[in-house]
Nanobody, 124 residues
């Protein structure tokens, strides 16, 4: 089954760091742009960051710019999200997904092959 699997979530205090991983299970996603999204309780899923298939272009939501870094290791079929200077408002379930329409989109419905997500909790 073609699926993405997220890992690396946990509970940290404000100012701390976490590194999320997204691995492709059953399929190689090397030739696709990828994205990270998050969904907090009672809120809609929102765009966090994206990376193109080569890893040379990235895009970030304003809320995380300068604190989060997206990267990929094509040999390992894995995309990462390094999160630094975490804030309580970063608390959410984080998902990775494949961009199905091409570079430049941050719309949830332009992405697919969603994983189950990984919980990130930041306490003040």
């Amino acid at each position: 089954q073609e699926q993405l699997v997220e890992s690396g979530g946990g509970s940290v205090q404000a100012g701390g760091s976490l590194r999320l991983s997204c691995a492709g299970a059953g399929r190689r996603f090397v030739g696709y742009d990828m994205g990270w999204f998050r969904q907090a309780p009672g809120k809609e899923r929102e765009f966090v960051a994206a990376i193109d298939l080569s890893g040379s272009s990235t895009n970030y939501a304003d809320a995380v710019k300068g604190r989060f870094t997206i990267s990929r290791d094509s040999a390992k079929n894995t995309v990462y999200l390094q999160m630094n200077s975490l804030k309580p408002e970063d608390t959410a379930v984080y998902y990775c997904a494949v961009n199905l329409v091409g570079w430049g989109t941050s719309r949830v419905y332009d992405y697919g092959y969603w994983g189950q997500g990984t919980q990130v909790t930041v306490s003040s």
